[in-house]
């Protein structure tokens, strides 16, 4: 494991945050960058990378003063391109999700979901996740050696979404090019034909779901697509199609499982480089709340966040100016030291585990988020049950994340599994 402190002095037009090799392990630039300018304005980007702790906390508890309604495909040069409009009028173009967006999209947005996802609504799916982790590690029974992100990390969380969603299994085959579709735009690394496949295929995924909403006008059934179509006819809320597409398709399945399979895989590729927690969690399996809470500051799924200044202001002793795009980088805030004693280990004592941004504060906090601490705990509970230990698979390449600007997925991880004797 690399000492981020030993790079806090090495000079900031070293680095180029848009350079997938720098995105491969950005956390010595993220230790230069606290060290020596915090609020960074990134060469020729025309945004201000934001990297410590408090700087990010302060930006975050003023949601009115640092807007959250900015896209990432409108940033590049030239903005949305021909292609991908095209594409899109076979369908419906994307809203803003719920996580970037403001008042009162925001607001009528958050309250729909968020008594979707109630600590009582969690504890009655927790069967259905531990269900689920179980019966993907049962069909790996005999094997030592596989990729654990096409084998479980991926299928895990969306499973459980997909049956939430209302989603028939015979069709979940679909949806990890969708997803994949849906999250990779806003990685601000993709080709320009990329770019118009990903908008090809979450068309393709709008008429599937259009049609599910429809045969559940007719047919209603204990799922979320029912509950949108309850929604779309409450004078409250009052979704139209283009709505509750968006729900559907970002707010609940991008986001419902795409950064919980990074984490679950982050968390394997941690244990593997330390292993030192694993035999506390065997003795006190209460410490997977915390190593959840660890994993997610360690290897924060989504790295940034952008907001925008909506008036003159001073961050950090800096001059902002109305207009200005910040970058809030939760993966160097997460492992401030300031705020973290041995911030780049697993510390399953730590004071405050849940104290990090991961998952946001405030009105953007992440409704979710008790689903992704319940599937990472119901993974790793089920993971150190079957297995002794953890290594990477023999003869197997250094593992690679998708170049990204804004989230941390590996694109497989290839393990070796020593299993238990009970």
């Not at 996580?99 to 968020?114: A, C, G, I, N, Q």
């Amino acid at each position: 494991m690399t000492d981020d402190r030993s790079a806090a002095h090495r000079p900031l037009a070293d680095y180029d945050l848009m350079d997938p090799k720098v995105q491969q392990c950005p956390y010595a630039f993220y230790a230069s960058a606290r060290a020596q300018a915090p609020l960074y304005r990134m060469p020729d980007r025309g945004f201000w990378l934001v990297t410590s702790f408090d700087l990010c906390r302060e930006v975050m508890r003023q949601p009115d003063l640092y807007a959250s309604g900015v896209s990432p495909m409108a940033l590049k040069p030239g903005g949305v391109s021909e292609g991908v409009i095209a594409e899109y009028a076979k369908g419906w173009l994307p809203l803003a999700s719920c996580s970037t967006s403001d008042p009162p999209r925001h607001t009528k947005v958050r309250d729909f979901l968020e008594p979707l996802f109630t600590n009582k609504r969690m504890r009655e799916i927790r069967p259905l996740i531990d269900r689920t982790a179980a019966q993907l590690l049962d069909a790996l029974e005999g094997r030592t050696e596989f990729d654990f992100v096409h084998e479980f990390s991926h299928p895990l969380p969306m499973v459980v979404i997909a049956e939430l969603i209302g989603v028939p299994q015979v069709d979940l085959a679909r949806f990890k090019a969708w997803s994949d579709a849906i999250v990779e735009p806003f990685s601000m690394m993709v080709s320009p034909e990329r770019e118009v496949e990903c908008a090809r295929l979450v068309v393709e995924m709008q008429h599937y779901f259009a049609a599910l909403l429809e045969a559940r006008r007719h047919a209603p059934r204990d799922d979320l697509l029912t509950e949108l179509v309850r929604a779309a006819d409450d004078p409250a809320l009052g979704f139209d199609l283009q709505e509750q597409l968006t729900i559907i398709t970002i707010d609940l399945l991008a986001s419902g499982n795409e950064t919980t399979t990074a984490a679950i895989t982050s968390g394997l590729k941690l244990l593997i480089e330390d292993p030192a927690p694993i035999a506390e969690l065997r003795r006190d399996p209460s410490l997977l709340e915390n190593l959840a809470e660890e994993i997610l500051r360690l290897e924060s799924p989504a790295q940034g966040m952008f907001r925008r200044v909506t008036r003159d202001t001073t961050l950090g002793g800096i001059a902002l100016r109305e207009g200005e795009l910040l970058s809030l980088r939760f993966g160097s805030a997460n492992r401030d030291e300031s705020q973290f004693r041995d911030a780049e280990r697993i510390d399953l004592h730590r004071p405050q585990p849940g104290k990090h941004l991961a998952l946001g504060i405030g009105r953007h906090h992440c409704i979710g988020s008790q689903l992704a601490r319940q599937e990472l705990v119901s993974a790793f509970g089920a993971l150190l049950d079957r297995y002794e230990s953890f290594a990477l698979a023999p003869g197997s390449e250094a593992p690679q994340y998708a170049p990204s600007f804004f989230g941390r997925n590996l694109l497989e991880l290839r393990v070796s599994m020593v299993p238990r004797r009970h």
